[in-house]
Structures are given as structure tokens and as C-alpha cells.
């Protein structure tokens, strides 16, 4: 069983950056594929970033390539994404979801764990 709480949304203008992190339980966070997603009001929700375990592999959806860096540090149980150059249509609640597998996805389905989420506004 692992829990997990995120923290680090907030307002912000276009342009300006935040940290979203990822903290959780358990004793073999370092073997959990990481992922972020994000979801808009009346949007389904939609894969923003992925941390494969194995060979610590990265994944980023097209749109926030170059802009957003995920990141973990396994001796702190945390996932970290850094959001810079953020624009209005990143506006949406952020969640980080962990799975138990060797191998990753972009399908929010797959995931078994979530945290709250957190909300992040990018205002124009």
C-alpha cells in the first residue's frame, strides 16, 4: 500500500514556475514507475510526465516538453516536477500516481495509487 500527498500548486502568471512534489509511503518507492497527470474541469485526465524506475527513465507529454522536468530522490519517498515557462492552458489539478511494475504508462487507468491533488492557475 503506498500513499502519497502532493503540494506545491499555487497561482501563478504566464511565464513564472512552480514545484510540484510528490511524497510517499512505503519502503520500495525506489521501484515505482512515478507518473504526474493533470485534469481541467470538465476534461478527462490527461498524462503530464512519467519517472520509469528502470534506467530512470523520463517521459513528458509533447506540450510540456522543454518546459516541465520530472525528477525524483528516492532517499525522501519524493517525486518532483518542475514547471517552468507555464501558460494559461496548464491550469488543472495535478495529480502524481505510482504503480508497481517494470514498465511505464501514459494511461491514467494503469495507475493504482493516488495523491489529492493539487491545483495549479496560470493566469494571462
Known amino acids: 500500500q503506498v500513499q502519497l500527498v502532493e503540494s506545491g500548486g499555487g497561482l501563478v502568471q504566464a511565464g513564472g514556475s512552480l514545484r510540484l512534489s510528490c511524497a510517499a509511503s512505503g519502503r520500495t518507492f525506489s521501484r515505482y514507475t512515478m507518473g504526474w497527470f493533470r485534469q481541467a474541469p470538465g476534461k478527462e485526465r490527461e498524462f503530464v510526465a512519467a519517472?520509469?524506475?528502470?534506467?530512470?527513465?523520463?517521459y513528458y507529454l509533447d506540450s510540456v516538453k522543454g518546459r516541465f522536468t520530472i525528477s525524483r530522490d528516492n532517499a525522501k519517498n519524493t517525486v518532483y516536477l518542475q514547471m517552468n515557462n507555464l501558460k494559461p492552458e496548464d491550469t488543472a489539478v495535478y495529480y502524481c500516481g505510482a504503480i508497481y511494475v517494470s514498465t511505464w504508462y501514459m494511461d491514467f487507468r494503469k495507475y493504482d495509487y493516488w495523491g489529492q491533488g493539487t491545483q495549479v492557475t496560470v493566469s494571462s
Open positions: 519517472d520509469y524506475w528502470i534506467g530512470r527513465t523520463t
